[in-house]
Nanobody
Framework: QLQLVESGGGLVQPGGSLTLSCAAS????????IGWFRQAPGKEREGVSC????????NYADSVKGRFTISRDNAKNTFFLQMNSLKAEDPAVYFC???????????????????WGQGTQVGVSS
């Protein structure tokens, strides 16, 4: 059973950067598509980014394009979300997720993902 654990959340000033990590155990990530989601208080969980098993395909929500970068290190069974130029609208609990088919759909939907981490809090405040 694949298990995912996020780390790297915290509080930063507007314009600052954070890198989230998601460490996997119980199975190798090589064949899984990977995604990051976020959920702000009172809002639905939304897809932020995903990357295919090969790393050849990535997608981003419009709200984070050009600021966030997803990556994966299959050798370390870990994947990342580099977040730059953080804005007031970015604070949320960020979740990592994995899907068994290895894909990265253009529309990053929760229903496509099979395994989830517990989340890590990201705050942006001056």
């Amino acid at each position: 059973q694949l298990q995912l654990v996020e780390s790297g959340g915290g509080l930063v000033q507007p314009g600052g950067s954070l890198t989230l990590s998601c460490a996997a155990s119980g199975a190798a990530l090589d064949y899984y598509g990977i995604g990051w989601f976020r959920q702000a208080p009172g809002k639905e969980r939304e897809g932020v980014s995903c990357i295919s098993s090969s790393g050849g395909s990535t997608n981003y929500a419009d709200s984070v394009k050009g600021r966030f970068t997803i990556s994966r290190d299959n050798a370390k069974n870990t994947f990342f979300l580099q977040m730059n130029s953080l804005k007031a609208e970015d604070p949320a609990v960020y979740f990592c997720a994995a899907e068994r088919l290895g894909g990265c759909p253009p529309r990053i939907r929760m229903q496509a993902f099979d395994y989830w981490g517990q989340g890590t809090q990201v705050g942006v405040s001056s």
